[in-house]
């Protein structure tokens, strides 16, 4: 990746917090960094989308970084005469005020064996600080001569918000494209050059329950701000912060006592957002189950074979309970790589949605609401969910249902199936 330089310095300065097992120490590096947008792979309805991945960070007051990722994965390789036969990608960012200059990557890949692979390309833009600008970017396959286009805001509007912080895995400027961590890792925290005094980190370690049915109306408690605790970090502009997260739960960088914007990370346990534990493989079958039924297998002496027993009394074999299994738990993963917020995906409004539903036949979006619609959209027997964005200063990817008791029958009719052992 271009611009990558690396820096030697003396011993790190370190300085310990009472931080939840949080370390925070000033560490070498470049400054450099990035935020997150994309169209969820889970939508795509067929196997050419290309996955993509953007990061905006504002390193200066009138510069920004954006850095894209791509995954090669389903990309057009070809050949151009004698050349081997390479994918070629090229992104055009053109921002909605023509007084910026509109840019471009192009980004290519000869691998012969096209193994996927994800590759990582930035490029500096001019952005003036105080107002909100909208950028067009559009992605296109050049082989394919296929597009995808999204907008992205590039809040300048003050230093408290999260596209002036980013998180790297070490000190140079790749980002994680990612909020989500491990625990016990280290990491750096990269900032604005106009950052020059403190950055107050909030520490919360909360758990949040499970979404009830789509049909259930309530009204979710509000989020009590009172952090578990708080430490001030001195900011070095020379150098990056590195920091070392503990335990799961979240950290949130601002800038301002008064503000609540910021960059919020959340560390999750190290084998997210795959299932892997036999916690993985019960607490999501709740939504498929009764109160009693679920405490059974709780309270059971071996819950991985009551687990298993279940699947397979559902399905009527071995055979159908593999498939029935896989295509679940799929959906779990799917869920949490792409609904996830301050909660797991797989506890989300829309999370609940698509693992027991499934991938919506239509999606439409705009800025506050995203509609799923499962059926043909002008059939009456079709059911239509609509999710409307939380203001959350954690996070841009909190979405709540709309809920109505009308979602009765279609939940029971989808429940029932899955426990038919028919994959709905």
């Given amino acids: 990746m271009k611009n990558n330089r690396s820096m030697t310095c003396s011993k790190p300065i370190k300085y310990f917090f009472t931080l939840v097992a949080l370390s925070v120490l000033v560490g070498c590096g470049t400054k450099k960094a ?48 004698d050349a081997p036969s390479e994918a070629a990608v ?30 990582i390309a930035s490029t500096n833009l001019y952005i003036p600080s105080g107002k909100n600008t909208e950028l067009n970017i559009t992605l296109t396959d050049e082989n394919r001569s296929r597009s995808q286009k999204i907008k992205l805001i590039a809040d300048k509007t003050d230093l408290s918000n999260r596209q002036n912080f980013l998180i790297t895995k070490d000190n140079k400027d790749v980002p994680l494209f990612t909020d989500r961590v491990k ?33 259930v109306l309530y009204e979710p408690p509000s989020f009590d701000y009172t952090a578990d605790s708080v430490a001030t970090i001195p900011v070095n502009n020379a ?46 079958l709740r939504y498929l189950m009764g109160g009693r039924e679920y405490q059974n297998i709780i309270d059971a002496p071996d819950r991985k074979l009551e687990l298993e027993n279940t699947w397979i009394g559902w399905a009527g074999s071995r055979d159908r309970a593999r498939k029935t299994i896989k295509t679940y738990y799929r959906r779990v993963e799917n869920a949490n790589s792409y609904f996830s917020s301050h909660v797991e995906g797989w506890k989300s409004d829309r999370g609940i949605i698509y693992i027991v539903y499934g991938k919506p ?38 979405y709540r249902l709309n809920r109505e008791e009308l979602y009765k029958p279609s939940w029971y009719r989808s429940v029932n199936a899955w426990r038919d052992g028919r994959i709905y």
């Fill in 34 to 81: 990035a935020t997150d947008s994309s169209v969820p792979s889970a939508y795509q309805e067929d196997g050419t989308r290309i996955e993509v991945k953007y990061e905006l960070f504002h390193y200066k007051p009138d510069s920004s970084r954006l850095y894209v990722k791509v995954n090669t994965e389903h990309l057009l390789y070809a050949r151009r005469g």
């Fill in 361 to 398: 036949n239509k999606v439409y979006r705009t800025e506050q609401v995203e509609t799923w619609i499962y059926g043909e959209e002008s059939n009456p027997l079709s059911v239509t969910f609509h999710f409307i964005k939380v203001i959350n200063p954690f996070t841009d990817n909190d």
């Fill in 183 to 215: 625990p016990y890792t280290n990491y750096f925290l990269h900032t604005n050059e106009a950052i020059t005094d403190k950055i107050l980190v909030r520490v919360y370690n909360r758990e949040f329950p499970m979404p009830p049915p789509p049909f």
């Fill in 239 to 284: 150098r990056p912060i590195q920091i070392k997260t503990g335990r799961t739960g979240f950290y949130h960088f601002h800038e301002d006592d008064e503000n609540k914007k910021g960059l919020t990370i959340f560390v999750s346990d190290s084998g997210f957002p795959d299932v892997k534990t036999v916690e993985d493989l019960l607490s999501p």
């Fill in 90 to 119: 090229v992104v055009e960012i053109t921002p909605a005020d023509q007084d910026i200059p509109a840019k471009s990557i192009r980004i290519l890949d000869d691998d012969k064996a096209k193994a996927p692979k994800m590759l």
